[in-house]
């Protein structure tokens, strides 16, 4: 049968496009459903939404050609500073210090803004071929033996011999697909947006683990910082609805002055926050990608980060059964994904679930007891470089986009 595409991935966030340029890169035919409409979130003003790239992640970009455009908006993260602290007294001495001069592997990480990264991706999806559905979603899906088929809300159908879900945590492709899930919530929101700040921020990330739950300042270019603050739901939701002054005034007891005044630079959003893990990453002929398969708490500012993992390690198990000769959409082939990714997944998941409940409260025995545990690990050179090259995601068995090669 003729097929629309060799596969097709449902969900243009980041990491379906990040998908597609992979798969269209190593010889697939792709194409891409995207509820949103596309030129014109790639188009959009600052908003203050913007993510924390691993070096890892960042490696993966220039393997698919996006990095050198990207490179002079982003903004390197050259330390990570960790504390404890309570509102209204800032911030106390750091238990945790990263410096990316400790090491030979450059920046821990860069901040790039949402628009730039994905205006980036659809200006490189259209050069590489890959075929967009904007402002199309899926509303059913059947699988036979040679394919699949998907039913959009438009009324149109589209084939391909693999479905790739990237469609966020409420995954509608796992749904069809008969995939559960396991998970719960943190009664936590996050409050997300930017601040323009007096001070230089000096290329450093900050978090602060308040009782309420932890807040990551993370630098952005210029003097403006990216904003992840958590709190309990019912003080979120109290805060997100005060005015612009009210937010700032709720906000700056928390933050500190080391940078300064600070203002808002952005919109605001408000994410409900929960562990969410699907009971399995693969179906016949569908495989999930990114929070499709596990949403996590944005603490470490790990989601983005595992999504890219998923997708190079997709990637390159179906790029490697087509030169096989395999039918790269088989069970068996969708399975060497799952057991690559499945259980680092889980670990790094249920690691962060475990220091959120560990940091997210004003227990003074457990503050003693962390703020020592972690000085321990800041004050050891060897233990603290293995860390570094953790949060960059250069440790473990690496998929090649993460090493900067093609698949």
């Known amino acids: 049968m003729e097929r629309d595409c060799d596969i097709l991935i449902v969900g243009g966030g980041l990491n379906g496009p990040a998908l597609a340029l992979a798969l269209a890169q190593a010889g697939f035919s792709v194409g891409v459903v ?4 596309a030129p014109a979130r790639a188009e959009a003003g600052f908003d203050g939404r ?29 330390q990570i500073k960790a504390s404890d602290g309570r509102a209204g007294e800032g911030a106390a001495a750091f238990f945790l210090q990263f410096d990316s001069a400790e090491t030979e592997d450059g920046p821990m990480g860069f901040m790039v803004e949402d628009r730039h990264l994905y205006a980036a991706f659809l200006e490189e999806m259209t050069v590489a071929g890959v075929r ?72 450093i990330a900050h978090q602060f ?37 009210g937010y700032l005034a709720a906000l700056r007891p928390r933050f500190g002055d080391f940078l300064g005044d600070i203002a808002l630079a952005g919109d605001r959003f408000t994410y409900p926050l929960s562990l969410t893990l699907a009971n ?10 990114g929070d499709a398969a596990h949403g996590v708490h944005p603490l470490a500012g790990q989601g983005l980060n595992l999504g890219l993992r998923d997708v190079a390690a997709l990637a390159e198990v179906l790029a490697e059964a087509a030169r096989r000769g395999e039918d790269f959409a088989a069970a068996d082939v969708l399975e060497r994904y799952e057991r690559w990714r499945r259980f680092d997944t889980v670990v790094m998941a249920l690691g962060m679930d475990t220091v ?18 972690l000085g321990a690990v800041s004050a050891l050179p060897a233990l603290r470089r293995r860390f570094m090259r953790e949060a960059a995601g250069l440790e473990g068995d690496l998929p090649r986009l993460l090493r900067g090669l093609p698949v």
């Open 34 to 37: 995207d509820a949103r409409p």
């Open 50 to 78: 913007a993510y924390a790239l691993a070096q890892a992640s960042k490696r993966l970009l220039s393997a698919i050609g996006i990095w050198p455009g990207l490179a002079p908006l982003a903004q390197p993260i050259l």
């Open 132 to 203: 967009l559905w904007s402002r199309e979603s899926v509303v059913a899906q059947t699988v036979d033996a040679g394919g699949v088929r998907v039913q959009l809300a438009s009324g149109g159908h589209l084939s391909a011999r693999l479905l790739v879900g990237c469609d966020g945590r409420a995954s509608g492709t796992a749904t069809r697909a008969g995939i559960g899930r396991t998970g719960w919530g943190y009664g936590q929101t996050a409050l997300v947006t930017a601040v323009d700040h007096e001070r230089p921020h000096d290329g």
């Open 280 to 289: 399995r990453f693969v179906a016949p002929r569908v495989a999930l990608v």
């Open 356 to 373: 959120n409940r560990l940091f997210s409260n004003d227990n003074p025995i457990l503050r003693l007891g962390r703020d020592l545990g």
């Open 209 to 245: 683990f308040m009782p309420g739950g932890p807040l990551a300042i993370l630098p952005l270019r210029g003097n403006r910082s990216s904003i992840v603050w958590s709190e309990g739901a019912a003080q979120a939701a109290a805060v997100q609805a005060l005015p612009d002054a």
